[in-house]
């Protein structure tokens, strides 16, 4: 097997490269930066014609290349519909275009997200995408293209991998991201400011660790998944109030979740002067309602979530802050199995 | 016409002296011929003089018997750059670099005249009337498009029966249609402006990332190019769609020299391969996103806009349609007027060609106008031209800004490069030229990308690209001379142009 994974410097993507990398398959990473913390690393942009390779770089993926992964795009939620489009629509097409040039190509996975059904009505399952649902923020849309374009590419071989939110220590070490998606609200919930969740949280949030849906993409390369779409989520269905609880945990605090829609409006409006953009407002309802059989369609053996990796996350939050320090402090060797935090300008894949 | 011998140029303007090719230069040929400037330059002045008159009442400067709002300098039509930015002064709001911005590739606005501003209640009470001169552009087009096609129909008949009675009839009638078809093309093209920086305010105010949602959202439903194609496809010599095989706003371009300016571009037929599902349009992913009535209020500007820009593109296909009358008329008429008028008809104005019927020595203005409209195409002409010196030499105007290149439609596209008459690739292809004019429309659904030397945020490329959803760069040097096959990335967002080599 020999994988080229489109986005593997990032969250997701690292963990997938390291997962495809323990399989025993030869890993192939595309990045802006080239740079790859597993497998080789190949310098390159998904919106450009054949992602922008080197000429010496394509003759190699072109006749050795037999899976590929999208893991690309952004992430955050924040941001406006050129940013989004930029990578979602425009990078899908043109890693769609990619695939048909690649003679070896056998499986290809496209990674999406569960946010690209919006705000839906109804009960979901792997078959619908657009069930006439509303999107809260550009993120939730450029994700629908995503799917949808590869949904109308009935001749290639490329097979959809749905996740929620994508939690737990970074692979690739260091503080885990809390700029975009749901951990931007950790920061907040640890301060000990109050947050509104309706019925104060008691509502699946699909979420699941990152080893985990990392195996899932391997098991849909190896499989072959085909056409289909599977659904991953953490078996054991932790409530939003349940995550957020587990990952302030290992800090002693107790997250202040109430249910309160004044809060929930308060938020909305000035949450931004302290740093819980509008965005996350939106997701203080229950999200979806996803039909848990879903994971039937994923053959078994499923893969077993790390152990507390809700704690794992709260306590990576920590340990990038207890590096900071010691760095402040001017201590040369920092804790064992902790690094210093990257500068921010990597995005991370959280689904 | 001119009250100098040896030019046919229109007297510059008092106060206003920076004129520029602007929109002109993207559609229209290099140089026109005097009977073409007659059709064009004549009934839009007119056009506009009234459209000022009825907004902001009789401003002292647009008065006069020279031209305000356009000029013909060296056999080339230009606009005057510094009346209408001092046209966006009349409006509460509208800064001088939204009317660049829109039509004059960005260029720098000339240095306001603060004495011929008008009071603030002129300014609101035009703006109210504005409003409600656009409210009726609707029914005024649908009139026009019936007039239109009345005469088109007058002139098969009277070609048919081969009668110059016939043919002067329809030489009559299409005058009025003409001057309504410019001033409706003036009242939407002005219009537009002022709506625009209306949106881009509000949408500023009511949404994060306004500025780029107005460019995702602001598309025309139907633009009247594709119906005008589809009927070019029958070939009926008569028919609404004939006008698009030939030049825009050229009329002789039978006759030498001026058939050297009108450049046309192949045709090619349209036949359908779309997506099997069309995915959700952005402007309904913004429902979702914010509060019913934003996403009304936003949603109603959008379509405001969007309508505009159709608008403005009908009343230039019905201009266009008008001028393709005079086109076939005039040397149908000219061959009945003699050896003479046959030859000269494009160096006489539309008034000179009518009167010689009954007034044949008419025929003798056109004769120093020959050589001086070969001595006019000989000297080249700026594209934005200062004539402030008054000593009637030609400098260009200057922008102290760099001009760069700008995204007018939204999105990324990738491609190889194609010239507009090439064949089509099977490959993605970005089409690039010079300027565009609706011959481009056909391939645009086979286009990931429009790259264009010229243009500005309203221009008719930018229009067309917006309804076909894909992404147009414009202001970008050398672009019609990249070599065919070169791999090319646009970004319609942000401007940025990549160029890659052929691997």
């Given at each position: 097997m020999n994988v080229l994974i489109l986005g593997g410097s990032g969250f997701l993507g690292t963990a997938v490269a390291r997962a495809c990398v323990r399989s025993g398959a030869t890993v192939r990473v595309l990045s802006r930066s080239g740079r790859a913390t597993e497998g080789e690393g190949v310098r390159g942009d998904v919106r450009l014609p054949r992602l922008g390779l080197s000429a010496a770089d394509l003759a190699r993926v072109r006749s050795e290349t037999t899976?590929?992964?999208?893991?690309?795009?952004?992430?955050?939620?924040?941001?406006g519909p050129g940013e989004v489009l930029e990578t979602h629509s425009s990078g899908t097409r043109s890693a769609l275009a990619f695939l048909r040039e690649l003679p070896h190509l056998r499986q290809a996975v496209h990674v999406s997200s569960l946010l690209a059904l919006g705000r839906s009505e109804g009960r979901i399952t792997n078959r619908e995408l657009y069930t006439g649902q509303r999107f809260r923020n550009w993120y939730e849309y450029g994700k629908y293209c995503a799917e949808r374009l590869v949904r109308d590419t009935p001749e290639l071989p490329v097979g959809v991998v749905r996740f929620g939110p994508v939690l737990g220590p970074d692979p690739r070490g260091g503080r885990p991201d809390t700029r975009h998606g749901l951990p931007m609200a950790f920061p907040h919930l640890l301060a000990g400011y109050p947050v509104h969740l309706a019925r104060r949280g008691d509502f699946p949030c699909w979420i699941t660790d990152v080893s985990s849906a990392a195996e899932i993409v391997l098991k849909a390369l190896d499989t072959p998944i085909g056409r289909a779409t599977w659904t991953w989520f953490d078996p054991a269905l932790p409530t939003l109030g349940e995550v957020f609880t587990e990952v302030c945990r290992p800090w002693g605090v107790v997250p202040k979740i109430v249910e309160a829609a004044p809060l929930g409006r308060f938020t909305r409006l000035i949450g931004e002067r302290v740093g819980t953009p509008r965005e996350l407002a939106d997701y203080a309802e229950p999200w979806l309602d996803l039909d848990v059989d879903v994971l039937k369609d994923i053959p078994e053996p499923w893969p077993v979530p790390d152990p507390d990796y809700l704690g794992a996350t709260g306590e990576a939050l920590r340990a990038g802050r207890a590096s900071t320090e010691t760095l402040r402090a001017g201590t040369e060797s920092p804790r064992a199995g902790t690094e210093s935090p990257r500068a921010g300008t990597e995005r991370r894949a959280l689904s | 016409m001119t009250g100098r011998p040896a030019s046919v140029d229109t007297d510059p303007h008092p106060y206003f002296t920076v004129y520029s090719a602007g929109n002109f230069g993207e559609v229209a040929p290099q140089r026109l011929s005097p009977m073409s400037w007659s059709l064009v330059g004549d009934p839009m002045e007119r056009g506009t003089r009234?459209?000022?008159?009825?907004?902001?009442?009789?401003?002292?400067?647009?008065?006069?018997?020279?031209?305000?709002?356009?000029?013909?300098?060296?056999?080339?039509?230009?606009?005057?750059?510094?009346?209408?930015?001092?046209l966006s002064a009349s409006i509460p709001g509208l800064q001088p670099s939204d009317v660049t911005d829109a039509y004059f590739e960005g260029v720098d606005s000339p240095a306001e005249l603060t004495a011929l501003r008008s009071g603030r209640t002129r300014q609101w009470a035009g703006s109210a009337r504005l409003l409600r001169e656009m409210r009726d552009?609707?029914?005024?087009?649908r009139a026009l498009e019936e007039q239109v096609a009345e005469l088109e129909w007058g002139l098969r008949a009277a070609t048919t029966t081969n009668s110059p009675i016939a043919l002067a009839g329809v030489l009559r009638d299409a005058q009025p249609v003409l001057e309504e078809a410019w001033a409706v093309h003036i009242l939407t093209t002005s219009g537009l402006v002022p709506v625009r920086a209306l949106q881009r305010r509000v949408y500023g105010k009511l949404l994060r990332h306004g500025e780029e949602i107005a460019h995702w959202l602001t598309r025309p439903r139907e633009l009247v190019w594709d119906r005008l194609h589809t009927a070019a496809a029958t070939l009926d010599p008569h028919g609404p769609g004939d006008f698009l095989s030939s030049s825009f706003?050229?009329?002789?371009?039978?006759?030498?020299?001026w058939q050297d300016y009108a450049v046309r571009h192949k045709q090619v037929a349209s036949g359908g391969t779309e997506a099997a599902v069309a995915p959700i349009d952005p402007a309904e992913a913004l429902a979702g996103m914010v509060s019913p009535w934003r996403s009304r209020t936003v949603r109603a500007l959008a379509v405001a806009v969007g309508e505009m820009m159709a608008g403005r593109e009908h009343s230039k296909s019905l201009a266009m349609r008008t001028l393709h009358i005079y086109r076939r008329l005039l040397p149908a008429l000219a061959t009945s007027f003699g050896e003479d008028a046959e030859r000269l008809w494009p160096y006489l104005t539309l008034r000179e060609f009518t009167d010689l019927a009954t007034s044949p020595g008419r025929i003798e203005r056109a004769r120093p106008r020959v050589g001086a409209c070969r001595a006019a195409l000989a000297t080249p002409m700026p594209e934005h031209l200062d004539l402030s010196a008054g000593d009637d030499v030609m400098r260009p105007w200057l922008s102290t800004t760099p001009q760069e290149q700008r995204g007018v439609a939204p999105g990324i596209g990738t491609g190889t490069v194609m010239a507009p008459q090439d064949d089509l690739p099977d490959e993605p292809v970005i089409i690039v030229c010079s300027s565009a004019d609706a011959d481009i429309a056909p391939l645009l659904p086979f286009a990931e990308g429009v790259l264009s030397e010229r243009g500005s945020d309203l221009s008719h490329i930018a229009i067309l690209a917006r309804e076909y959803g894909i992404p147009c760069v414009v202001g970008y040097p050398g672009a019609a001379s990249l070599?065919?096959?070169?791999?090319?990335s646009i970004n319609g967002s942000t401007g940025e142009v990549n160029i890659f080599d052929r691997s």
């Amino acid at each position: 097997m020999n994988v080229l994974i489109l986005g593997g410097s990032g969250f997701l993507g690292t963990a997938v490269a390291r997962a495809c990398v323990r399989s025993g398959a030869t890993v192939r990473v595309l990045s802006r930066s080239g740079r790859a913390t597993e497998g080789e690393g190949v310098r390159g942009d998904v919106r450009l014609p054949r992602l922008g390779l080197s000429a010496a770089d394509l003759a190699r993926v072109r006749s050795e290349t037999t899976h590929v992964v999208f893991c690309f795009g952004s992430v955050s939620w924040t941001s406006g519909p050129g940013e989004v489009l930029e990578t979602h629509s425009s990078g899908t097409r043109s890693a769609l275009a990619f695939l048909r040039e690649l003679p070896h190509l056998r499986q290809a996975v496209h990674v999406s997200s569960l946010l690209a059904l919006g705000r839906s009505e109804g009960r979901i399952t792997n078959r619908e995408l657009y069930t006439g649902q509303r999107f809260r923020n550009w993120y939730e849309y450029g994700k629908y293209c995503a799917e949808r374009l590869v949904r109308d590419t009935p001749e290639l071989p490329v097979g959809v991998v749905r996740f929620g939110p994508v939690l737990g220590p970074d692979p690739r070490g260091g503080r885990p991201d809390t700029r975009h998606g749901l951990p931007m609200a950790f920061p907040h919930l640890l301060a000990g400011y109050p947050v509104h969740l309706a019925r104060r949280g008691d509502f699946p949030c699909w979420i699941t660790d990152v080893s985990s849906a990392a195996e899932i993409v391997l098991k849909a390369l190896d499989t072959p998944i085909g056409r289909a779409t599977w659904t991953w989520f953490d078996p054991a269905l932790p409530t939003l109030g349940e995550v957020f609880t587990e990952v302030c945990r290992p800090w002693g605090v107790v997250p202040k979740i109430v249910e309160a829609a004044p809060l929930g409006r308060f938020t909305r409006l000035i949450g931004e002067r302290v740093g819980t953009p509008r965005e996350l407002a939106d997701y203080a309802e229950p999200w979806l309602d996803l039909d848990v059989d879903v994971l039937k369609d994923i053959p078994e053996p499923w893969p077993v979530p790390d152990p507390d990796y809700l704690g794992a996350t709260g306590e990576a939050l920590r340990a990038g802050r207890a590096s900071t320090e010691t760095l402040r402090a001017g201590t040369e060797s920092p804790r064992a199995g902790t690094e210093s935090p990257r500068a921010g300008t990597e995005r991370r894949a959280l689904s | 016409m001119t009250g100098r011998p040896a030019s046919v140029d229109t007297d510059p303007h008092p106060y206003f002296t920076v004129y520029s090719a602007g929109n002109f230069g993207e559609v229209a040929p290099q140089r026109l011929s005097p009977m073409s400037w007659s059709l064009v330059g004549d009934p839009m002045e007119r056009g506009t003089r009234a459209l000022a008159r009825r907004l902001w009442g009789r401003p002292a400067w647009a008065e006069g018997g020279h031209y305000v709002f356009v000029g013909y300098f060296g056999c080339r039509p230009y606009h005057n750059l510094a009346a209408y930015c001092h046209l966006s002064a009349s409006i509460p709001g509208l800064q001088p670099s939204d009317v660049t911005d829109a039509y004059f590739e960005g260029v720098d606005s000339p240095a306001e005249l603060t004495a011929l501003r008008s009071g603030r209640t002129r300014q609101w009470a035009g703006s109210a009337r504005l409003l409600r001169e656009m409210r009726d552009a609707g029914p005024r087009l649908r009139a026009l498009e019936e007039q239109v096609a009345e005469l088109e129909w007058g002139l098969r008949a009277a070609t048919t029966t081969n009668s110059p009675i016939a043919l002067a009839g329809v030489l009559r009638d299409a005058q009025p249609v003409l001057e309504e078809a410019w001033a409706v093309h003036i009242l939407t093209t002005s219009g537009l402006v002022p709506v625009r920086a209306l949106q881009r305010r509000v949408y500023g105010k009511l949404l994060r990332h306004g500025e780029e949602i107005a460019h995702w959202l602001t598309r025309p439903r139907e633009l009247v190019w594709d119906r005008l194609h589809t009927a070019a496809a029958t070939l009926d010599p008569h028919g609404p769609g004939d006008f698009l095989s030939s030049s825009f706003y050229e009329v002789a371009d039978g006759l030498a020299p001026w058939q050297d300016y009108a450049v046309r571009h192949k045709q090619v037929a349209s036949g359908g391969t779309e997506a099997a599902v069309a995915p959700i349009d952005p402007a309904e992913a913004l429902a979702g996103m914010v509060s019913p009535w934003r996403s009304r209020t936003v949603r109603a500007l959008a379509v405001a806009v969007g309508e505009m820009m159709a608008g403005r593109e009908h009343s230039k296909s019905l201009a266009m349609r008008t001028l393709h009358i005079y086109r076939r008329l005039l040397p149908a008429l000219a061959t009945s007027f003699g050896e003479d008028a046959e030859r000269l008809w494009p160096y006489l104005t539309l008034r000179e060609f009518t009167d010689l019927a009954t007034s044949p020595g008419r025929i003798e203005r056109a004769r120093p106008r020959v050589g001086a409209c070969r001595a006019a195409l000989a000297t080249p002409m700026p594209e934005h031209l200062d004539l402030s010196a008054g000593d009637d030499v030609m400098r260009p105007w200057l922008s102290t800004t760099p001009q760069e290149q700008r995204g007018v439609a939204p999105g990324i596209g990738t491609g190889t490069v194609m010239a507009p008459q090439d064949d089509l690739p099977d490959e993605p292809v970005i089409i690039v030229c010079s300027s565009a004019d609706a011959d481009i429309a056909p391939l645009l659904p086979f286009a990931e990308g429009v790259l264009s030397e010229r243009g500005s945020d309203l221009s008719h490329i930018a229009i067309l690209a917006r309804e076909y959803g894909i992404p147009c760069v414009v202001g970008y040097p050398g672009a019609a001379s990249l070599p065919a096959g070169t791999a090319v990335s646009i970004n319609g967002s942000t401007g940025e142009v990549n160029i890659f080599d052929r691997s």
